[in-house]
């Protein structure tokens, strides 16, 4: 057990620490953006998917208007099932705040094995990953579960999570936000920088030896010169 434990490693900590308050910041910050334009919608419907929650934007419209509810009403028109939060996104928080600890906790238990630094990046990148792909199966799945009883009868639709989609008069504008992109960096900063830390450290180590070392002009002149001597 004892051979688990022991003092953590700069470039690792140091990384750690910087990929964790990433993963925070994602927290706090949408996921993914969603925008609806219509004619009878000029400043569209605008609806930020965060990780736990879903946020519409009200620019444009009166006091109290919600965008999400506008996009439901819209929905049940064509027979989708309203937006609504999944058990993936109650349990984002609690994932997110996991994997920051158990950043943190390699960094003090293991983190010489390379098992356990491996987990833990693996563990990282998996949280954008996930993200895209779980978006698109719900989206997929919203597109393919439409009520064939709905006033207007759209057929089978695919949103996508990036780009462009068009159902009759209405299309729909979907990109990455800042949160997606916190948690790329985040993986990038865990799988990168404790390489690049160790390097950089190595290359002083060796700057600094190199100028203790007089010089090899130095020591053949001392030679030499106690030779002719």
Known sequence: MKKLFGKPEPAWLISAVMAGALLAAAIFVPLWRMELIAPQYPSGLIMYAYGDRFEGETDGYYKGFDAVKEINALNHYIGMKPIEKVTEMKLFIPGMLATVAGLIAVSFIAWHKKLFRGLMIAAVWFLPIF???????????????????????????????????????????????IGFFLMVLSALTITLMPMAIRRAQAWRQQKAASAGAPPATSVGATAAHGETA
């Open 131 to 177: 993200f895209v792909a779980d978006l698109q199966y719900w989206l997929y799945n919203y597109g393919h579960s439409m009520d064939p009883r709905a006033a207007l009868n759209t057929g089978d639709i695919t949103p996508k999570v990036l780009g462009s989609t068009k159902v009759w008069n209405f299309h729909s504008e979907n990109s990455l936000q």
